[in-house]
Nanobody
Framework: QVRLVESGGGLVQPGGSLRLSCVAS????????MGWYRQAPGSQREMVAT???????NYAESVKGRFTISRDNAKKTAYLQMNSLKPEDTAVYFC??????WGQGTQVTVSS
């Protein structure tokens, strides 16, 4: 079982930036796809961005051009850089490992 620990959430004003981090336990981090998902109150969890072992990325249309997913295999860490944040980005953000593990989530609130 892979354990994932997210950090970096918080309260930010519209137009601001945050960087989320997800540290994974276990071996062979470098061969697995990692992803970021989010869930707003009353909504289903949705994919935000994914990154394969080879670095290929995929983004939800709503975040393209504003968010960037990346990974540091030596640190077993995945990142989500979020720029130009909007109130509709407010949600709990979860890290996901290809083997099925989820992190505990980190709250992101975009509000003035």
């Amino acid at each position: 079982q892979v354990r994932l620990v997210e950090s970096g959430g918080g309260l930010v004003q519209p137009g601001g930036s945050l960087r989320l981090s997800c540290v994974a336990s276990g071996n062979f981090f470098n061969i697995y796809t990692m992803g970021w998902y989010r869930q707003a109150p009353g909504s289903q969890r949705e994919m935000v961005a994914t990154i394969t072992s080879g670095g290929r990325t995929n983004y939800a249309e709503s975040v393209k051009g504003r968010f960037t997913i990346s990974r540091d295999n030596a640190k077993k860490t995945a990142y989500l850089q979020m720029n130009s944040l909007k109130p509709e980005d407010t949600a709990v953000y979860f890290c996901n490992h290809q083997l099925g593990s989820w992190g505990q989530g980190t709250q992101v609130t975009v509000s003035s």
